[in-house]
């Protein structure tokens, strides 16, 4: 069939968002209560890599262990299983536990989406790793302040390590069809597009949720012996970083899948327009 205007527009209204059903998970972590509808990735036989998560002063502390995604390597993620698009929220503040900033590197903390896998340590296989995660943090050199994006693609990661605020910063992950599109908003500042990740590959249902990793020079030791670390941890333990998650927020997308990714791609479409107004609202 020939593409036209006319076609691609068919597509985008063929394929509006469903009704917002998942808004309801969102929370603003007002006491320990809100864990409660979180699931945990700890799969049976692996160490947990984190401190079991809390909920202190209103707000979700995520804090680490020497761990990472990386790979095969994993390590601590709380989600939601989310069928279909979504636009996934979270206001996150990530420090060290006595700096500003983190001073061990690749400690990072945000946003996690990730293929459904049903593991434990008798039965994992390598290569069958499919995700992806937008986090803040400090990456290389450690204690200046960085945004992580990482895509892994049956356990092969590719990563960017990019300039990053340091507070408090909302970071979001939109998602329509295959294309993945990662935004950022610091403090007082507006919501500015980072990346679009293109993924055919991940399936309609997947994990969407939070995580947070830290001092990957304590877990490069063994690498790659990742059932070793799965079900160890890492040989040596520096892990510095704390992650302070004021909210989560995920809802519907206005708008369905459009086979353009880029939202400022020429708007000879209204879609196009209403798709990046849509990612960029609250």
Same mark, same amino acid.
């Given at each position: 069939?020939?593409? $036209?205007?006319? @076609? ?14 998942? @808004?309801?998970? *969102? ?79 690749? @400690? #990072? ?5 990730? !293929? ?18 937008? @986090? ?12 992580? #994006? ?7 990661? $590719? ?24 935004? $950022? ?32 020079? *304590?877990? !490069? ?17 520096? !892990? ?14 206005? $708008? ?12 000879? #479409? ?13």
């Amino acid at each position: 069939m020939k593409t $036209t205007v006319a @076609s691609i527009a068919l597509v985008a209204s063929a394929t509006l968002a469903q009704a917002d059903d998942i @808004s309801a998970l *969102s929370t603003t972590f007002d006491d320990a209560s809100a864990l409660e509808a979180w699931s945990e990735h700890l799969p049976d036989g692996f160490t947990r890599k984190w401190q079991e998560p809390r909920v202190e002063d209103g707000r979700l502390v995520l804090q680490p262990v020497s761990s990472g995604w990386f790979e095969d390597n994993q390590a601590g993620h709380l989600y939601h299983q989310i069928s279909g698009d979504f636009i996934a929220t979270t206001r996150i503040e990530v420090t060290g536990i006595e700096a500003d900033l983190p001073q061990t590197s690749f @400690s #990072l903390a945000g946003l996690f989406v990730r !293929a459904p896998r049903e593991v434990s340590a008798a039965t994992w296989i390598p290569g069958q790793e499919n995700w992806l995660f937008f @986090s803040i943090g400090t990456a290389a050199p450690a204690g200046e302040p960085h945004y992580e #994006l990482k895509t892994t693609t049956n356990s092969l990661s $590719t990563l960017q390590i990019l300039p990053a605020p340091t507070g408090s910063v909302d970071l979001r992950i939109a998602r329509h069809g295959e294309i993945f599109t990662l935004l $950022t908003r610091p403090a007082g500042q507006e919501w500015e597009v980072v990346e679009q990740i293109i993924r055919p590959d991940l399936p309609l249902v997947l994990n969407v949720g939070l995580t947070a990793y830290a001092d990957y020079d *304590s877990v !490069a030791p063994i690498y790659p012996n990742f059932q070793l670390y799965n079900t160890e941890g890492a040989p040596t333990e520096n !892990a510095d970083l704390i992650a302070h998650v004021d909210s989560f927020n995920i809802r519907r997308p206005a $708008t369905g899948r459009l086979p353009i990714a880029n939202i400022d791609a020429p708007a000879f #479409l209204d879609v196009i327009a209403q798709r990046r107004d849509d990612v960029m609202a609250d």
